[in-house]
């Protein structure tokens, strides 16, 4: 597996694997018509496009990607909010999940220098939950956010350094 820089050329491939992803996590969370506005309205290309560009131009943003046989598997997208940084954006495809992929897209952030970091995901998905922390994410707090025009708890875990 190779873990390198998103490209431009990369937001096809990138959108395709968070819509995939995501309606395969929160099938059962939300709405009919939450999922359709996702759809809809998340991950356009041309806003994967910028976030991009604003990685490959700025300090204080990571957009990287998995690749597995020539192909994107996955991706990770952070930003650095006064210090400390968050991942906004990380997915894997339902295929290759549980292969270590999630892990190595943090650990190359960590690796470029990003720490300390936090992510912020919907309470009920509890499998992104136990990975975080499985991987020494400790469970900080809970909000709540509309997403999608559905009202949804949300966890803010943080990683923890021993």
Not at 31 to 54: D, L, W
Not at 78 to 90: C, K, M, Y
Not at 153 to 161: D, E, G, Q, S
């Amino acid at each position: 597996m190779e873990i390198r820089e998103a490209i431009p050329t990369d937001a096809a491939r990138i959108h395709d694997i968070a819509i995939t992803s995501w309606m395969d996590t929160y099938e059962e969370i939300y709405s009919e018509s939450s999922k359709a506005h996702f759809v809809q309205e998340a991950y356009p290309q041309e806003k994967v496009v910028r976030a991009i560009r604003t990685a490959e131009e700025a300090r204080g943003e990571y957009f990287n990607v998995a690749i597995i046989e020539e192909e994107i598997v996955g991706f990770i997208h952070a930003i650095d909010v006064d210090g400390t940084w968050e991942i906004v954006r990380l997915y894997v495809l339902p295929k290759y999940q549980q292969n270590g992929i999630g892990r190595k897209l943090i650990r190359e952030l960590e690796h470029q220098g990003a720490s300390p970091i936090e992510v912020y995901v919907e309470s009920r998905n509890y499998k992104a939950r136990q990975f975080l922390v499985s991987f020494g994410f400790r469970e900080e707090s809970e909000t709540t956010e509309e997403i999608f025009g559905q009202v949804e708890p949300v966890t803010r875990l943080k990683r923890i350094y021993e």
